[in-house]
């Protein structure tokens, strides 16, 4: 669906401009995803605690977008002939608008859903569930937010029968903003839990907030066993409207008998209308079976049959929510996504395998499936998905199935076409995938996990997760604590503190950090070679790697007298001018830098050559986190200062000065001047003990044999321990040579097997150890988890008198790392 922009201008009540009269159809707020034809989009400049959209204006130009919607007005935009500017007060409110507007005009059936987890299953499954009866549009993956939330409703268009959308909040007032976007008509609250509970005085005021989406709603659904969610429901005349279900009280509109739990699946019996029906569901966790009860309501309030709505359910599966990447056989890498196949979805996948572009030449691959059920003609759903593909510089498309393949045509690139999933792998052509990056995204049904278990390389079983969505969510939470201006230094050093260097940096640069900083010069040319192109301080340069820094434009500290001439000489020699360096001054660390009554020395030799430019001074803190030496820290924030204002003096010009780390950023906000040095905080922990952080990295494991063993018997190396009762020993597969210190054996350590805690029993080996599992269910194969969120490595690091940092870059390189990304 279109809309002119003069139409747009008149529903965000924007006056007297003079329009070139376009068509709209797509919604942009992120400069990088940009897609489709640019002419026909309309570019929201949204301000953010960490971007402000505005400074992409120009390039967006450049690339051929012509209307913005804007808060600011810049003279850099006064040459932009041809362009449209909307000018508003508020961006933000200004797309909610128009998707308020665009929803206003859809007289159908929408499912609202709220509450604090389950919200996208529910979702999902209630896709699954309908689809056979309506042409549905649901949010794309979680977009739930009060951005995410209007470009999900802008997706209505003429064919939509029924929309479902998720909407989460975080703060108060938020929801009033989302419930005239979706107006649902059908509400559900999942679940009402802490997250999100910083910036509400109460749960019931968080509660309450929720509700206010279902105010305009004809029915809501929600369990009404629940206590606070019933009264909520009550103060806010909710009730008369409620479709409620209960598992006491047996004249609810929907009464759950009983729950019977079985091996693989759980029975939910019934009573609706007064007649008494069940349906079986394949999953026996709570959280399934509560999300499954609120699919039952909505599919009951929709008049389907029960007999029907037996057969759905127990086709329903675990809803998969994130992108994975893999090391493939042939270095490969695969990007394996089984997220649902759509075409939103297809758009985020594409900008990620962008992303993930690697250090040498690969050529980009996509298996794509046949896209199911979007109501869309295949001719112009092909059109759309070939244009994205050749936008995003796919050079081989296979696509699979029959829909896509008679829209061979649409795909400009090297292409085959396979009808199913069997004839693809009978092929054989897989076998030939070398150096290349694959996308693999299909719908369920063609079930490409078959594809991807065959180009994929068996992972030890010991593997290291890294999650890039929380390394984006501690970058931005940090990011939030600084001024305006102020610049952020990530350090990857240590390989990343073990989480790996070059995902990490990758993903850093997508989201606009300013700078890296690692220790070495092989960890900064590594970098280069996988294409980051922000800078980089190298912080313990030598000597005799200064041809490879001057090459890779990598930026040394500079510690003494000995590295600065050698450096000065390095590049007068070659006739560079003005390279840029990094001055480290000893506040009182006494580890690397110049002494504060070194500098006017340090100025004579400064003052004396042109090869070198002084680009920032800085200091390290020595006891940032701790409150007992605050008064130390302060004398070294006041050292830096005055040296830094001296060496600025000095010569002539002003530097970049910094001083704080990531607990300095936590404790110290008046000494962020113009940059800060982000460590450990990144990886989700916080030295002082700040909430809000989200775990990075998970070591997890396997167990490879279980036996039961007399008490009195010794497990393990030397003897160590004895048994003092019959116990159930676990052996599973990680040692110290996996970075699990010999320390937290003889029950110093412990690891988590479903949701319990096993004591580590006897002394580590080297690529073994063993647990007791005697209080736990457990069987061999099960996951453990040797530290994430729980244990964290917090933990594991008091339990055997060491710090976070340790535990974390231990993690030996023989460990495959795995990214995910929601
Ligand atoms: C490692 C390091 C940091 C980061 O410290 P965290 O405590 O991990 O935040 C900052 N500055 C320098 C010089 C470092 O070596």
Redesign the pocket.
Known sequence: MTYKISKIASILGVKNVNLIESEISTLLIDSRRLSGSPSHTLFFALETKNNDGHAFIKELYSAGVRNFVVSKRLPEWENLPGSNFLHVKNTLRALQKLAAYHRSRFDIPVIGITGSNGKTIVKEWLYRLLQDNFNIVRSPRSYNSQVGVPLSVWELDDTTELGIFEAGISMPDEMGYLEPIIRPTIGILTKIGEAHQENFTSLQQKCMEKMTLFVNCNVVIYDEDNDLISRCADMMLLSQKAFSWSRKRSDAPLYISKIEIHEKKTTIHYSFLRFEHSVDIPFIDDASIENAIHCLAVLLFLGIHPEEISKRMMMLEPVAMRLDVRQGKNNCIIINDTYNSDVNSIKIALDFQNQRKMDRPMKKTVILSDILQTGIMPKSLYKRVAEMVEQSGVDKLIGIGHDISDNASAFKMEKQFFPSTEAFIKSGIWRNFDNELILVKGAREYHFEQITALIEERIHETVMEVDLDAVVHNFNFYKSKLSPGVKM?C?V?ANG?GAGAVEIAKTLQYHRCDYL?V?VTEEGLALRSSGISLPIII?NPEVNGFEELFSNDLEP?VYNFRILEAFIKEAESRGITHYPIHI?IDTGMHRLGFLPEEIPQLLGVLQSQKGLHVKSV?S?LAA??SWIFDEFTNSQVETLKLASEEIEKGLGYSVYKHIL?????ERFPDAQWDMV?????LYGVS?SGLKGLRNVCTLKTTILQIKNIPGHETVGYGRKEELNCDARIATIRIGYADGLDRKFGNRNGKVLINGKFAPIVGNVCMDLCMIDVTEIEANEGDTVVVFGETPSVIDLAESIGTIP?EILTSVSPRVKRIYIKE
């Open positions: 230094i350090m050093k503190y900083a220790a912080l500290e480290k800085f390290h940032s986190e780390n990531s607990a300095g950023i040095r982000l460590g450990i905080g030295a940092y």
